[in-house]
């Protein structure tokens, strides 16, 4: 199977592994996961103190930091759970398709490693476990071509699951009238509207995804 066919097929799975609702059930929480770990990345980066992780059965997740409670850092934090797996997505094909997929492998491998010592449930602790425990099989297991195809499977799922997610915001918002939201907390960051963080959000996902099918075009 040459590469292109290798990337399109990995894309095939990834699709289905987000529009088939039984599988969207369990596959969800892997985005769930870099949703939250999204939001305690950029919280350290952004001189934040992570004070833990949930994720809890529903789906949901929860990271809780503490520091200025506005300002750009804050804005950054919030902002940054919906991103994250379209970003992650996005570079994860960029390094498959320059040849580096153990450099995605084990820095993948090493965020989950941190994350353990912030997680603070005991369904949070398994599920990045079960995460950590199928990419240390893939590392030092799977033959190269495998490793590649996972990864790029990976990547794929992002990419295809990051807009469904911010479209399940936005239903979920307009059944529930929750206002804890991540748009939600933006808007009363910012004083610029939910829906119009929900918006940003959607184009900026859908982009990562152009982006990304652009970059393996077999002219690219």
């Not at 934090?77 to 498959?96: D, F, H, I």
């Not at 590392?139 to 295809?160: C, G, K, S, V, Y």
């Not at 996902?205 to 099918?213: C, K, N, P």
Request: aromatic letters at 8%; proline letters at 5%; a positive charge.
């Amino acid at each position: 199977m040459g590469q292109l066919d290798a990337t399109w097929a990995a894309g095939a799975v990834a699709v289905a592994l987000v529009v088939i609702p039984q599988v969207w059930s369990a596959t969800r929480h892997v985005v769930t996961l870099v949703h939250e770990g999204g939001h305690a990345v950029v919280a350290l980066l952004t001189g934040r103190r992570l004070n833990g992780i949930r994720l809890h059965t529903d789906t949901s997740g929860l990271t809780v930091s503490s520091g200025k409670p506005r300002g750009p850092g804050m804005i950054a934090t919030a902002a940054a759970g919906y991103l994250a797996p379209a970003a992650l997505g996005l570079v994860s094909v960029l390094l498959v398709e320059r040849g580096h997929t153990p450099w995605a492998l084990y820095a993948g491998l090493t965020t989950l490693a941190l994350m353990l010592v912030f997680i603070r449930n005991w369904f949070g602790l398994l599920v990045v476990a079960l995460s950590a425990a199928a990419v240390s099989l893939l590392i030092w297991r799977a033959p190269e071509r495998i490793q590649d195809f996972a990864a790029l499977t990976f990547a794929w799922f992002l990419l295809a699951a990051a807009p469904r997610t911010v479209l399940d915001l936005w239903t979920h918002r307009r059944r529930v009238r929750t206002r804890t939201t991540d748009a939600d907390v933006l808007a009363r960051l910012t004083h610029l509207p939910a829906p119009l963080w929900n918006l940003l959000f959607l184009a900026i996902t859908v982009g990562a995804l152009a982006g990304a099918i652009w970059l393996v075009r077999p002219d690219a």
